[in-house]
Nanobody
């Protein structure tokens, strides 16, 4: 069964950068309509961070605009999230998500990002 595997999380100081990656393992996912990143901080609901469509259109939550960049290597079923100028409020578990044209959802297991001095 195809799974999504995230990497790149860790501990970083405020103002620092991290790059998250998410790839499909054990096969490929076809007919992807949207790839995205979500995050969930302790005691809060999971929120959308950024998405990128198969056509390359991107969307960001206001709090990360100008700091985060989502990109993809569709040929490899891989999505990235470049995070710059990180703030303590960016601390959360980050999850990647693939949606297919037939509305099937795939989720990664999550990767912890901690922004702290």
């Amino acid at each position: 069964q195809v799974q999504l595997v995230e990497s790149g999380g860790g501990l970083v100081q405020p103002g620092g950068s991290l790059r998250l990656s998410c790839a499909a393992s054990a096969g490929s996912i076809f007919y992807i309509s949207t790839m995205g990143w979500y995050r969930q901080a302790p005691g809060k609901q999971r929120e959308l961070v950024a998405t990128i469509s198969s056509g390359g259109s991107t969307h960001y939550v206001d709090s990360v605009k100008g700091r985060f960049t989502i990109s993809t290597d569709n040929g490899k079923n891989t999505v990235y999230l470049q995070m710059n100028s990180l703030k303590p409020e960016d601390t959360a578990v980050y999850y990647c998500n693939f949606k297919t044209v037939n509305l099937r959802d795939y989720w990664g297991q999550g990767t912890q990002v901690t922004v702290s001095s």
